[in-house]
């Protein structure tokens, strides 16, 4: 069964510093990983999707990259922002996603 | 383009009471799923269709819980009788080709 963790649970950072949110997922023979942003309240907005034959997807100020001899990957956002304040959430897998239970951003002004 | 369509979007019954919940994908998606999400985890599948068949029930606790895709567009996910620990926000996804998944606003349920 995939177990997919991320930590910190909660993360408070000044607006301008960069962000950097991990994910790691025990079964290593993934179909896809995605990145969802979720707002309180509301449903999952995709962010990346890695197809498991990628390493990185970019889009804007964030990158995603994917290890899948090590189990894990790492979302980046580039000079955060206060509507950057969110939960992020990696799911990994192919019809069948497995979701990590996010990590809950706070960007200060 | 329209994106996935849920409603309610909040409901409130009581413990043993039933309640239904309506989802309608985006056009031309033929895959359709259904999420519970507890609070403070990850969203948990349900169940998928593809068009109007189940491909995978196989945490969907069917002493209480049914879902149908009819003519393979919307569906209905419904809970009878509902406990105290179906509390959840309750997701519906769509998706084109089974990679990227698209989800709707979700239906916040209480159970008192």
């Known amino acids: 069964k995939q177990e997919v963790t991320q930590i910190p649970a909660a993360l408070s950072v000044p607006e301008g510093e960069n962000l950097v949110l991990n994910c790691s997922f025990t079964?290593?023979?993934?179909?896809?990983l995605q990145w969802f942003r979720q707002d309180p309240g509301k449903g999952l907005t995709s962010l990346l999707l890695?197809?498991?034959?990628?390493r990185e997807q970019t889009s804007g100020r964030l990158n995603a990259s994917l290890d899948k001899s090590s189990g894990r990957s790492t979302l980046y956002i580039a000079a955060s922002q206060p509507g950057d304040s969110a939960t992020y959430l990696c799911?990994?897998?192919?019809?069948?996603?497995?979701f990590g239970a996010g990590t809950t951003v706070t960007v200060r002004a | 383009e329209a994106g996935v369509a849920q409603s309610p979007r909040y409901k409130i019954i009581e413990k043993r009471q039933s309640v239904a919940f309506w989802c309608n994908p985006i056009?031309?998606?033929?895959?359709l799923y259904w999420y519970q999400q507890i609070l403070g985890q990850g969203p948990k599948l349900l169940i998928q269709f593809q068009n109007n068949g189940v491909v995978d029930d196989s945490q969907l606790p069917k002493d209480r819980f049914s879902a149908e895709r009819l003519k393979g567009v919307d569906s209905t996910l419904k809970i009878q009788p509902a406990k105290l620990e179906d509390s959840a926000v309750y997701l519906c996804?769509?998706?084109?080709?089974?990679?990227?998944?698209?989800f709707g606003p979700g239906t916040r349920l209480t159970v008192t």
């Open positions: 996804a769509s998706s084109l080709t089974g990679e990227e998944q698209y």
């Open positions: 890695i197809q498991s034959s990628q």
């Open positions: 056009s031309g998606h033929a895959t």
């Open positions: 079964d290593s023979a993934i179909y896809n």
């Open positions: 799911a990994v897998g192919d019809y069948k996603l497995s």
